[in-house]
């Protein structure tokens, strides 16, 4: 039904809403149509409506008193040497005076989700205003451009040019003093965590081997840490779980927090074959069989031939020998896209829209090695420079695979790297690894996708949302020891100017073009196909400024390894740099 006049749609809007809510079998035969020939507008009416008049009024009644002061629209310039100029849009959620602003040091820079076609920061103002009001933080949401109209990656560029902005300007650009570089937590849920995970890997990325090409001669901070809420992670949708994604979550320490996703990919197979189903203690790592084949079928014994005759049936007094159901065990694990293929909140057809609306109809991305687009294929050197992350999602969210596997790789990579820096003597030989130090997961029993924007049905959602601001708390104040190093000042070059450390082009097609899109001008494969060239891009902290240029790794045999190799073996053999070289 088309209706022209807005208010007349917006008012159709909540009466038709309230009568499917009464119907539900007519709301299920209308879902069914519109799943069926989804497009960008079914889309975006459908998750926009709670941004109508009469719906805000009413969830305003229901909202406690959360903060005094509403947001405000900001737009933030992009840096000087970005190749877009136009500046982003956002609303800066601050429980106070603009004057006030003034004395902080610390920002949440929220990305917020819609599935990269869909729905601003006002959208999401429930769970905004209360992490204001509750920290007194100032809160920046990014209202980036949408897909189809802008499709990937011209969002993530502006959610990356915002957070370099608020480090070259100091949070000049949002109203800070500029005193000190501001120290700043990324948050995002659905599409907004895919959005906040790519713009730390792009950090990263600009701090390794493109920062060392282009001589900056400092670094961009990485954020002080990550609250990823349902986050989509993974573009290449799939059907069934590798061994080694099923490896992640079945690792021991994280076995009690994935119990109910590894009970829900086993139940797949067993409610098909109407089989028991296996007991707990078949899942624990000892035991084996949940991730191996039964053994190939023996020959009977005589023993087993004798029970099987016929006169072993009338034995006991005439009954019957009913065999015990064997339980079966199998390998087969369904991603969690499959299993829940029937959500009402998130289906494999609404994916399947986003993603194809979101790429755009000029790109031809790589699924399989292109980790701007889907986070979970990081590379490992790049997680292992992760920030703390937290996770927030439901467990029976299609989406929660995403979550429990890059979680994984996470904890993976940081109990890697700490087994490398204690083998070279960085650390105590008494240290342990701490998994909480880097990562924690947080699963709500029962609960699908998006479940911070229903609050008002769903009062349980505000301890989530609060959950979320003791992470910030933490979060600060944990990391405080370290700013005095790693934050000194803004990185700027040898003038005196701001210095831009990741070099990108505008958003272009790619059609005639087989390779993945890169977010720079220049490729860097070191981080996917080269492995041996990952620990090029070492990342400079202000503190380490007075050192010599030998701790800037250098091209060819010039390299950091080989120069430290050659001073150990020089000073052996009695070499010196000033003068000829002792027989």
């Not at 799943?35 to 998750?47: F, K």
């Not at 000049?172 to 995002?188: D, E, H, K, W």
């Not at 969690?336 to 609306?357: C, F, G, K, V």
């Not at 995403?402 to 890697?416: E, H, M, P, S």
């Amino acid at each position: 039904m088309k209706i022209r006049r807005k208010w007349l749609r917006d008012l159709a809007s909540v009466v038709f809403t309230l009568h499917y809510l009464v119907a539900a079998e007519q709301a299920d035969e209308k879902v069914r149509k519109v799943r069926g020939m989804l497009t960008v507008d079914h889309l975006r009416v459908s998750w926009n409506k709670t941004t109508t008049p009469y719906l805000r009024v009413f969830s305003g009644f229901l909202r406690p008193k959360l903060a005094r002061y509403p947001p405000r629209a900001v737009r933030i310039p992009r840096p000087a040497e970005s190749a877009y100029k136009e500046p982003v849009n956002a609303w800066l959620y601050f429980d106070g005076p603009l004057s006030e602003l003034k004395s902080h040091k610390k920002v949440v820079l929220d990305m917020p989700g819609g599935g990269f076609v869909a729905m601003s920061p006002r959208h999401h103002e429930d769970k905004l205003l209360a992490w204001c009001g509750r920290t007194g933080l100032p809160v920046l949401s990014l209202d980036y451009k949408k897909a189809p109209e802008f499709p990937y990656p011209y969002a993530l560029n502006e959610c990356y040019d915002v957070y370099h902005s608020l480090i070259v300007s100091r949070g000049r650009c949002i109203g800070l003093s500029g005193a000190n570089v501001p120290r700043i937590i990324l948050t995002g849920d659905s599409a907004g965590g895919n959005f906040a995970t790519g713009v730390t890997l792009m950090i990263l990325q600009s701090n390794g081997a493109d920062a060392q090409r282009h001589q900056a001669s400092d670094s961009l901070p990485i954020p002080e840490g990550l609250i990823l809420i349902y986050p989509g992670l993974d573009m290449n949708i799939g059907n069934w779980m590798s061994d080694d994604q099923m490896a992640l979550i079945q690792d021991q320490r994280t076995r009690k927090v994935n119990r109910n996703v590894l009970r829900r990919k086993s139940e797949d197979y067993y409610k098909l074959a109407e089989t028991p189903h296996p007991s707990d203690h078949e899942f624990e790592p000892g035991n084996v069989s949940n991730i191996k084949s039964d053994p190939p079928l023996q020959p009977p014994t005589s023993t087993e031939m004798a029970l099987a005759s016929p006169s072993a049936v009338t034995e006991s007094k005439g009954s019957v020998v009913v065999p015990k159901p064997k339980v079966l065990k199998t390998r087969l694990a369904m991603s969690s896209m499959i299993s829940y293929t029937n959500d009402r909140i998130l289906t494999p057809e609404m994916m399947r829209a986003m993603i194809i609306l979101y790429v755009g109809p000029h790109n031809r991305p790589d699924f399989s090695t292109d980790y701007l687009l889907s986070p979970l294929l990081a590379p490992e050197a790049l997680l292992a420079k992760f920030p703390k992350t937290f996770f927030l999602t439901g467990e029976r969210d299609p989406l929660v695979d995403d979550t429990v596997i890059f979680a994984g790789r996470l904890r993976l990579a940081k109990q890697n790297d700490f087994v490398q820096r204690k083998e070279l003597g960085l650390l105590k030989s008494r240290a342990e690894f701490d998994e909480k130090d880097h990562v924690e997961v947080t699963l709500i029993p029962g609960i699908s996708h998006g479940f911070l924007q229903f609050v008002s049905i769903f009062p349980e959602a505000w301890k989530h949302v609060f959950r979320c601001t003791r992470w910030m708390e933490e979060i600060f104040d944990n990391d405080e020891p370290a700013v005095s190093a790693r934050r000194s000042r803004a990185p700027t070059d040898v003038n005196g100017n701001h210095q831009r450390h990741h070099y990108r082009v505008p958003t272009e097609s790619s059609g005639d073009e087989d390779n993945p899109l890169m977010m720079s001008s220049t490729k860097d494969p070191g981080y996917s196909s080269q492995p041996a060239r990952r620990g090029k891009g070492k990342r400079v902290r202000h503190a380490e400024q007075g050192r010599n240029r030998s701790m800037v790794s250098l091209g060819s045999d010039h390299d950091l390894m080989a120069r430290r190799m050659k001073g150990l073996a020089g000073g052996l053999m009695g070499m010196t740099t000033d003068g000829p070289t002792t027989p």
